[in-house]
C-alpha cells in the first residue's frame, strides 16, 4: 500500500529534521518517492519563520490508521507538542499529514482520507505534482496537476 505525505517543519534545523522525519518513518514503510524541498510561508497562522516542505510517499503494509500512528510517535520523538485547546495552526519543528493511503476513502474522528483541504493548499499541491501529477483524487476524480492549475491558493511555493 502507498502511503503519501507531506511532511513541513518551520523551527529548529529544517532539513535536518525532515530528512530524520522520513529516516525514522522507514519502520513504517519503505520511502520509495520524494519530492525536492519547497519552503513556503506559513498556511493558517502568521509567523516569521517559513516553512520547508516536502512530499513523501512510502510502501508499507500497516494499515491507515496504525500509520497515522507511527506519524504521531515521530512528530513526538521530533518534538512536536499538540496541548489540547491550543491553536490549530502554529510552529513547529515537524509536522506530518498523510493525504492519501492508495485510494482509500475513510473519515472518522481520527482520520480523513483523503486529506479534506489538501485541493485548498499550493504548498501541497506544488510537491505533489512534481512526482505525482497523474495521481487522481478519489473524490474529487481530477489529478493532482489539475488539482494544483485550479488551486485558490496564490500563496508562494519555492523549490530549493
Same mark, same amino acid.
Given at each position: ?9 518551520? %523551527?529548529?534545523?529544517?532539513?535536518? *529534521?525532515?530528512?530524520?522525519? =522520513? ?8 520511502? =520509495?518517492?520524494? %519530492?525536492?524541498? &519547497?519552503?513556503?510561508? !506559513? ?11 516536502? =512530499?513523501? #510517499? ?15 510517535? #515521530? ?8 496541548? !489540547?485547546?491550543?491553536?490549530? &495552526?502554529? %510552529? ?6 498523510? *493525504?492519501? &493511503?492508495?485510494?482509500? #476513502? ?5 482520520? %480523513?482520507?483523503?486529506? !479534506? ?6 504548498? =501541497? *499541491? ?20 489539475? *488539482? ?13
Amino acid at each position: 500500500m502507498q502511503a503519501i505525505t507531506i511532511l513541513g517543519s518551520n %523551527s529548529g534545523d529544517k532539513q535536518a *529534521l525532515l530528512a530524520e522525519a =522520513v529516516r525514522r518513518l522507514g519502520s513504517a514503510g519503505e520511502a =520509495v518517492l520524494q %519530492s525536492s524541498l &519547497y519552503e513556503t510561508a !506559513p498556511w493558517g497562522f502568521t509567523c516569521e519563520e517559513n516553512f520547508l516542505n516536502q =512530499v513523501v #510517499v512510502f510502501e508499507t503494509h500497516l494499515s491507515p490508521i496504525d500509520f497515522l500512528h507511527q506519524c504521531l510517535e #515521530v512528530e513526538r520523538q521530533l518534538g512536536r507538542v499538540r496541548k !489540547p485547546g491550543t491553536a490549530r &495552526y502554529t %510552529s513547529r519543528p515537524i509536522d506530518i499529514d498523510l *493525504l492519501f &493511503y492508495d485510494n482509500e #476513502v475513510m473519515d472518522t474522528p481520527e482520520l %480523513s482520507l483523503p486529506h !479534506p483541504r489538501l485541493h485548498l493548499r499550493q504548498f =501541497v *499541491l506544488v510537491p505533489l505534482a512534481e512526482i505525482l501529477p497523474t495521481w487522481e483524487h478519489p473524490t474529487l476524480h481530477r489529478t493532482i496537476a489539475h *488539482l494544483l492549475a485550479t488551486c485558490p491558493d496564490i500563496s508562494a511555493v519555492r523549490k530549493l
